[in-house]
C-alpha cells in the first residue's frame, strides 16, 4: 500500500527522544499524570488516554517502574501542579504548516515562548483551525523490519484492523483510524511486535517544500525551538524535507 512517506517526522522525534532522554521522559511523565487525573482514573483498561500514553512511554524506552510509579503519584495527588492542554497552530517559513501540542501551568508564559518562536523565524502564530484542516489524526505504528516477514506483518495488521501499511526505509509504518488504535495495538503487542512509535499522530494532507537553505535553517531552528521547550509536547508540521531527517 503505497503513499507519501510518513516516516520523517516519526524518525525526527525518535533521533530527538534518542539524544535527549531525560527531556523526553520528563514530558511523557506530565502527559500521563494528566492522563491519570483528566482521563478516568489509573486503570489503563478503563482509561484509554492512559492506555495509549503508556503505549507512546513503552515505545520511547521509558521504564516501565518509572510508568508506575508516575501513575501511582498521579492517582494520590489531590493538590499539585494543574496542567492544561493547549494548542497552538501557524506558519513557518514559506508558509509551512505546525501544529503545537502543550501541556502547561502557565498559559502567558507558553503562549509568549511559542509567539517568539513563530516570530524569530520569519513565520507567524496564528488562530486555531489556520492549520489544522491540512492535517489528519491517524494512529501510527512503527516496527522496525529486522527479522520480520513484510507479508506477515502485513497480514497481521490488517487482520488487527489497520487501515493502512506500508515499507518506509528499515521500518513498517501501520496506520489507524484514530478509535482503532488502542484495539490494533494490543492485538499486535499480544503477537509479540515491539514498536520503534507507537502514537495517535498529526499526518498532514499536502507538504511544502522548502529549496533556499537559509529558510530552510531557519525553519529547523524553529522545530527545535519548539521540541526544547519543557511545555512542547508535540510539534507537527508538513515540511517535505527537513534537514534532519
Known sequence: MAGHSKWNNIKRKKEKTDGAKAKIFTKIG???????????GPDPSS????????AKAKACNVPNDNIERIIKKAAGETDGEKFE???YEGYGPCGVAVIVETLTD?????AGDVRHYFDKSGGNLGTVGCVSFMFEQKGMLV????????????????EAGASDFQTDGDVFVIETAP?????????????????VSAEVEMVPSTYTEITDDE?????????DSLEDNDD??????????????
Open 30 to 40: 506530565r502527559e500521563l499524570a494528566v492522563a491519570v487525573k483528566e482521563g478516568g
Open 47 to 54: 482509561n484509554s488516554k492512559l492506555k495509549d500514553c503508556i
Open 85 to 87: 492542554s493547549i494548542v
Open 106 to 110: 502557565n498559559r502567558n508564559r507558553t
Open 143 to 158: 516496527v522496525d523490519k529486522e527479522g520480520l516477514n513484510e507479508d506477515t506483518v502485513m497480514e497481521d495488521s490488517l
Open 179 to 195: 478509535e482503532d488504535f488502542s484495539a490494533v495495538l494490543d492485538t499486535l503487542t499480544n503477537k509479540g511486535y515491539e514498536f
Open 215 to 223: 529558510i530552510a535553517v531557519k525553519m529547523q531552528k524553529l522545530l
Open 232 to 245: 512542547v509536547q508535540n510539534v507537527w508540521h508538513n515540511w517535505e524535507n527537513p534537514l534532519d531527517a
